[in-house]
């Protein structure tokens, strides 16, 4: 059904770790021995059939050593498969961060530095991150024009993280009945900080108002990690563009 039916073409899964540290984080209600083996054969399966995987690694302070070992089993386990690759995320806000301290934020992005150069070395690299799919617009899904988050019971919000509030209107009387008001306080961001005025990356950053992690600065270490992010996305630019 989902190649033939649905005709999907990509898929994107989150794994937090290896076997007992993802079990640990996604703490299942229901019974399942081993999570972690259900969602590498789901992987297994939708490669099989041609459909694009892109497994994100989320790294905190509480997962950065497990997610070497991490991203080196799925290069065993997937070598060579071209529909496979990886990308990590910072676990930056309160709700499902352990980084608190900019100690802490320096040990996670030299880790999250450290990864990088193994995805790339273990030919894992994703396309999510070309330099086309990083030039920004909008600070993330919510205030993107694009996309909307469908809850179980039908109500419509703007950000996966605002569930029990927050909703625009329900898919029973959308588009005749939406807060506006609502999706309009979405697109409001914060001024940029005095120290970003001499940062490189000042086109790409911009903080929503409403969001959870508006209160938060740019540390050095994830200035540092997200230039360095850009320097090897204008390289690989530039080698495509060559090759061409």
Not at 53 to 66: P, Y
Not at 75 to 90: E, M, P, Q, T, W
Request: proline content about 2%; aromatic content about 10%.
């Amino acid at each position: 059904e989902a190649k033939n039916l649905w005709k999907l073409k990509n898929v994107q899964i989150t794994i937090d770790g290896t076997k007992d540290v993802y079990s640990k984080t996604k703490s299942f209600v229901y019974k399942n021995d081993n999570p972690f083996e259900t969602v590498m054969g789901n992987i297994k399966r939708l490669s099989e059939n041609g459909i694009s995987v892109t497994i994100r690694i989320n790294v905190g302070k509480f997962n950065a050593d497990d997610a070497e070992k991490l991203i080196c089993e799925i290069a065993d386990r997937f070598s060579g498969n071209k529909f496979i690759k990886v990308y990590l995320h910072s676990l930056f806000d309160d709700f499902n961060s352990d980084i608190k301290t900019e100690d802490d934020d320096r040990y996670v992005f030299e880790k999250m530095e450290q990864l990088e150069n193994l995805i790339e070395e273990k030919g894992l690299r994703s396309a999510m991150g070309s330099l086309s799919n990083s030039c920004k617009t909008s600070h993330c899904m919510a205030d993107s024009g694009k996309h909307l988050c469908i809850l179980t019971d039908g109500r419509i919000t703007l950000c996966e993280h605002f569930t029990n509030s927050n909703a625009i209107g329900t898919i029973y009387d959308f588009p005749n009945n939406v807060d506006w008001e609502l999706v309009d306080r979405y697109k409001k961001v914060l001024p940029p900080y005095d120290r970003c005025y001499g940062c490189p990356l000042i086109t790409d950053c911009s903080v929503l108002k409403i969001c959870a992690d508006n209160d938060r600065s740019c540390t050095n270490a994830r200035q540092r990690y997200k230039i360095n992010r850009k320097m090897r996305e204008i390289e690989a630019a530039y080698k495509k563009w060559k090759k061409k």
